[in-house]
């Protein structure tokens, strides 16, 4: 008898309630799971719109994905690792930009590191909002906007790149360049309300083209006040503090634990794109008959079982890298222990190695199928689009990850993930 791979998955030896998996995760998992079928559907209405369908949208809103980390205090989950991986690559293996809109709704950990009076203001309507409360755009890049002091705040102008999200969030997160009073150049990082930027209709890409990734541009000075400004040297002591300040174990990670949830989510996204590329492949591989050779299926061809089974076995240990490394952080931030800086790099490192790995198996996958994946309403080539666009992320590339990490490995101090972007303010002490 056939089975689906998801019914293969469910018949696999596992254990059903790992340790840090949650029953509300559990459930909001399932949901999502459920929403597949739809959120396939709509995605190429999506990449029409370059944002997600509002179809999708009030779906996503419905189950909850985007207050996975969002604190108690306000009104969200606040859910740890485990749950979030695996509930955002159900996500992904719906739709990719679906996913991507989860990852950006949990970019809000940013935010919860200013004042709490700008935590306050933000989140004052986040129960009511359909969609991630605050996108960002620009923050760590080479090039961002710029901010001069006034009295009570700041005059904020310039262009950002990659506002993924833009067009569904309430708030904008952006990097500006200033100088302090000494004339020195700085970082800092501010929040503007989503009316005060003009969306450039500029996100025309080859893939993730529903996460209306555009750039953002204030052309006359907007004026944002100065508990919605912080320096960026002041940026990962904030950050640490937010484990004292607010309720659930998603606010319970050190700075470094919460960098690498931020990229394990990502990698949620790729693994639930490669999981939703091989159950494409087997459904065709099903019902299609062979170009060239004799077999009645495609199915039967041992070509095809040997690149499903490759698939299969690519996309497994990428999913066991992923939740090993959830399960790991999840214990950290229980057990009230930091991550080090040598342990962040070591899982960086393997967890971008792995969603390459993904990249490669849907590569596979789709020219071993052939030609009827080149069609725009086949999710497969949706799929490896996305995924290849996905892993062009600056906080991703193999390469640089992997020089960042080899340093180490040859007893060189690494570079930190974002030194081409931020400037050097290691002679300010943090504040």
């Given amino acids: 008898m056939e089975m689906s791979m998801k019914q293969f998955e469910k018949s696999a030896p596992a254990a059903l309630n ?19 079928p739809l959120l396939r559907k709509n995605a190429p209405e999506g990449e029409r719109l370059g ?47 679906a996913g991507w809109m989860a990852f950006v709704a949990g970019g809000l950990r940013n935010i919860l590191a200013f004042p709490d009076q700008a935590v306050q203001e933000i989140f004052a309507e986040g129960r009511d909002w359909v969609g991630p409360i605050a996108a960002g755009a620009s923050v760590f890049a080479t090039k961002v906007g710029s901010a001069r002091r006034v009295d009570g705040g700041w005059m904020v102008s310039g262009s950002w790149h990659f506002g ?38 500029n996100w025309h890409v080859m893939g993730m083209k529903a996460t209306s990734s555009n750039s953002l541009t204030v052309s006359e000075e907007q004026f944002v006040p100065d508990h919605r400004f912080m320096d960026m040297a002041d940026f990962p002591a904030g950050m640490n503090e937010t484990r004292h300040r607010y309720a659930g174990l998603a606010s319970k990670f050190d700075g470094r634990s919460l960098m690498l949830v931020t990229n394990l989510t990502h990698m949620a996204i790729v693994l639930g794109m490669a999981r939703g590329a091989l159950e494409t492949y087997i459904d065709m591989a099903r019902k299609q008959q062979p170009f060239n050779l004799p077999y009645p299926r495609v199915a039967d061809m041992p070509s095809t079982q040997v690149c499903a089974a490759k ?14 490394a959830a399960d790991l952080l999840d214990r950290h931030a229980i057990e009230g222990h930091e991550i080090s800086d040598e342990l962040e790099q070591a899982m960086m ?59 180490q490995l040859m007893g060189i101090a690494p570079f930190p993930m974002f030194a081409g972007g931020l400037p050097d303010v290691s002679a300010r002490p943090a504040a």
């Fill in 18 to 36: 790992p340790a840090n998996s949650t029953e509300t995760g559990r459930q909001i998992r399932d949901k999502a799971a459920a929403l597949v």
């Fill in 164 to 201: 993924s999200g833009c067009k569904h969030a309430k708030w904008i997160a952006v990097g500006v360049d200033y100088e302090d009073g000494s004339g020195q150049p700085r970082r800092g990082m501010t929040v503007l309300k989503a009316d005060q930027v003009t969306i450039i209709d």
């Fill in 311 to 324: 698939a299969y076995a690519m996309i497994k240990m990428a999913e066991t890298a992923a939740l090993s």
């Fill in 51 to 97: 944002a997600l369908s509002a179809e999708s949208l009030i779906a996503l809103n419905d189950v909850g994905a985007f207050k996975l980390t969002l604190p108690t205090d306000f009104g969200g989950y606040a859910l740890g690792a485990r749950d979030v991986v695996e509930i955002v690559s159900e996500l992904g293996r719906g739709d990719g930009s």
């Fill in 349 to 407: 490192m393997e967890n971008v190695y792995a969603a390459h790995t993904l990249d490669s198996a849907v590569g596979m996958l789709q020219l071993s199928i052939g030609s009827a994946t080149a069609h725009e309403n086949n999710p497969i080539q949706r799929f490896a689009r996305d995924i290849r666009v996905a892993m062009l992320h600056g906080a991703v590339r193999l390469d640089p990850t992997a020089e960042i990490f080899g340093r």
